[in-house]
Each structure stands twice: as structure tokens, then as C-alpha cells.
């Protein structure tokens, strides 16, 4: 396809209504402003001969760069981690709209973007563990006790991510229909889970393992640590998450068995 005449021709082939009204693919920043954004973006990708799986490499790289700027001692690199944070979420906006475009969707795209979401919320905890433990502070040695914390937390989320994953290679072996992203659709059945899901969303902890909200965490954390001291609100931060992450996975795992995701009728 050629190159596009307006903006508004732009948004109308790289951001029709299935993709702008998903209900679980698309992030809430994507929703908020990231998709204003991301036209401009993609307008300038488009004149240049940058394909839609090298706009998920940039995607992949940056969320990299997110994770290693939470190594950066202090203030600065939160902060840095909270812009790029935001930046890969830009990309990842992209790299879909000039694949719609250029008609360029594949197998291979979902491949890299799931790796690049994948690599980048292992290794924002594990950076966390890192800052925890004092990598940056050459005064004393290393407390691997918290690397390891950080580590087990890197687990704990990518096998929470790796259970939506399940759902479909379940439902898939089964020969069901992929499930609709619109709103309710992976809401459990009528019971004791599905009040304590609606519970749970005036305290989302659950919600707040993607990059995003980690980068967001690292930060406000980050700013505390000017006051009471960076190391032991790292360790902190790195203490609360773990145990809620673990609470987390075991209530996504319920919430999937008593859903119609597994069920064939």
C-alpha cells in the first residue's frame, strides 16, 4: 500500500473499532493517550523502509533499556525507566499499525512482540532485585538474598503471563474459538470467585506486574528513597511485591478454572 495521504486515512486503516475497543490486549496508557500518539509516530515509520517486525525489534530493545535504567542509582534512573517505560508501550502501538498498513500481519510479528513483553517483565524485577541488593553501592558487597527475591518474581509474573498463554494452546487443542477480547469475556461464573474479582478491582494489585505499572512503582518508590533512603525502599518494594505477585498467579489460575475459557460448553 502506499505511502498515506492524511492522518485521518492513517487511523482509520491502523486503528479500526476491534482494535481501539479491546478489552485486554490493549493497555489502559493505549487508551489513555498512547493511541493519539501513536499516528505521528507511525506516519514517520511509514517513510522509511523499516518493516513491521523491525519496529517490534526497536520495541524489544527499548523495554531492554527500561529494565537497565532501574540499575542507574538514585532518582535518574527511575525516571528513566518510566519514560522508556512509556516509549515501548508508543512502539508497541506502532509496530501493529504499520503492519496493518502495509498488510504485513504474521505469525512471526506476534512471536517477537510476545518476546519482547515477555523479556522485558523478567527483567524489570530483576532489576529491582538487583537495586535492592546494592548493586550500585561499591561501600558493600552485594546481598544476594535479594537477587534471588528478585529472580523468584521474575518467575512468579512470567508464569502469570504464561496462564493467559495456556487458555489458548486449551482451547486450541480442544478446537474451540479463539475468545473474544470485549469486556466479561474471561469473567468467571456466577460464585464466590466472581464477587471476589469484582472485589478486587477497587484494590487491583493484581494489575500491577506489566512493565508499565512496574516502571511507575520503580519510580514512586524511587521518590520515597530520596527521604528514608534508596536501599531499604528497594527492599521494600522488592518484599511487598513478591508475596502479592504469588497471591496473584493463584488467583488468576482460579479465576481461569471457573471461567468458560476451559469449559467446551
Same mark, same amino acid.
Given at each position: 500500500?502506499?505511502?498515506?495521504?492524511?492522518?485521518?486515512?492513517?487511523?482509520?486503516?491502523?486503528?479500526?473499532?476491534?482494535?481501539?475497543?479491546?478489552?485486554?490486549?490493549?493497555?489502559?496508557?493505549?487508551?489513555?493517550?498512547?493511541?493519539?500518539?501513536?499516528?505521528?509516530?507511525?506516519?514517520?515509520?511509514?517513510?522509511?523502509?523499516?518493516?513491521?517486525?523491525?519496529?517490534?525489534?526497536?520495541?524489544?530493545?527499548?523495554?531492554?533499556?527500561?529494565?537497565?535504567?532501574?540499575?542507574?542509582?538514585?532518582i535518574w534512573g527511575p525516571v528513566?525507566?518510566?519514560?522508556?517505560?512509556?516509549?515501548?508501550?508508543?512502539?508497541?502501538?506502532?509496530?501493529?499499525?504499520?503492519?496493518?498498513?502495509?498488510?504485513?500481519?504474521?505469525?512471526?510479528?506476534?512471536?517477537?512482540?510476545?518476546?519482547?513483553?515477555?523479556?522485558?517483565?523478567?527483567?524489570?524485577?530483576?532489576?529491582?532485585?538487583?537495586?535492592?541488593?546494592?548493586?550500585?553501592?561499591?561501600?558493600?558487597?552485594?546481598?544476594?538474598?535479594?537477587?534471588?527475591?528478585?529472580?523468584? $518474581?521474575?518467575?512468579?509474573? &512470567? =508464569?502469570?503471563? @504464561? *496462564?493467559?498463554? +495456556?487458555?489458548?494452546? !486449551?482451547?486450541?487443542?480442544?478446537?474451540?474459538?479463539?475468545?473474544?477480547?470485549?469486556?466479561?469475556?474471561?469473567?468467571?461464573?456466577?460464585?464466590?470467585?466472581?464477587?471476589?474479582?469484582?472485589?478486587?478491582?477497587?484494590?487491583?494489585?493484581?494489575?500491577?506486574?506489566?512493565?508499565?505499572?512496574?516502571?511507575?512503582?520503580?519510580?514512586?518508590?524511587?521518590?520515597?528513597?530520596?527521604?528514608?533512603?534508596? $536501599?531499604?525502599?528497594?527492599? &521494600? =518494594?522488592?518484599? @511487598? *511485591?513478591?508475596? +502479592?505477585?504469588?497471591? !496473584?498467579?493463584?488467583?488468576?489460575?482460579?479465576?481461569?478454572?471457573?471461567?468458560?475459557?476451559?469449559?467446551?460448553?
Amino acid at each position: 500500500m502506499d505511502k498515506p495521504t492524511s492522518l485521518a486515512q492513517l487511523r482509520e486503516v491502523t486503528q479500526p473499532p476491534e482494535v481501539r475497543t479491546r478489552a485486554n490486549a490493549e493497555h489502559w496508557v493505549a487508551h489513555l493517550y498512547l493511541r493519539d500518539l501513536s499516528p505521528y509516530v507511525t506516519w514517520v515509520l511509514l517513510k522509511t523502509p523499516i518493516s513491521a517486525n523491525g519496529v517490534t525489534g526497536l520495541m524489544i530493545l527499548t523495554g531492554w533499556a527500561t529494565a537497565a535504567a532501574l540499575l542507574i542509582p538514585g532518582i535518574w534512573g527511575p525516571v528513566l525507566a518510566l519514560v522508556l517505560g512509556q516509549l515501548q508501550m508508543l512502539i508497541d502501538c506502532c509496530d501493529g499499525e504499520v503492519a496493518r498498513w502495509r498488510k504485513t500481519k504474521s505469525p512471526a510479528g506476534h512471536f517477537l512482540d510476545a518476546v519482547g513483553h515477555y523479556t522485558t517483565e523478567a527483567l524489570i524485577p530483576l532489576a529491582l532485585g538487583l537495586r535492592a541488593a546494592g548493586f550500585a553501592d561499591n561501600s558493600r558487597p552485594i546481598d544476594w538474598m535479594w537477587v534471588a527475591l528478585g529472580a523468584f $518474581l521474575a518467575i512468579v509474573i &512470567i =508464569l502469570n503471563k @504464561v *496462564l493467559n498463554d +495456556l487458555v489458548r494452546v !486449551a482451547r486450541a487443542m480442544s478446537d474451540l474459538p479463539k475468545l473474544a477480547d470485549a469486556k466479561g469475556a474471561n469473567a468467571p461464573r456466577p460464585g464466590v470467585v466472581a464477587k471476589l474479582r469484582r472485589m478486587a478491582r477497587f484494590v487491583p494489585f493484581h494489575r500491577i506486574y506489566h512493565s508499565v505499572e512496574l516502571t511507575i512503582i520503580a519510580f514512586i518508590a524511587a521518590v520515597v528513597g530520596l527521604a528514608v533512603g534508596e $536501599l531499604q525502599v528497594s527492599q &521494600i =518494594l522488592v518484599a @511487598v *511485591l513478591l508475596p +502479592l505477585s504469588v497471591f !496473584a498467579i493463584i488467583g488468576h489460575f482460579v479465576a481461569i478454572m471457573t471461567s468458560s475459557r476451559v469449559r467446551a460448553a
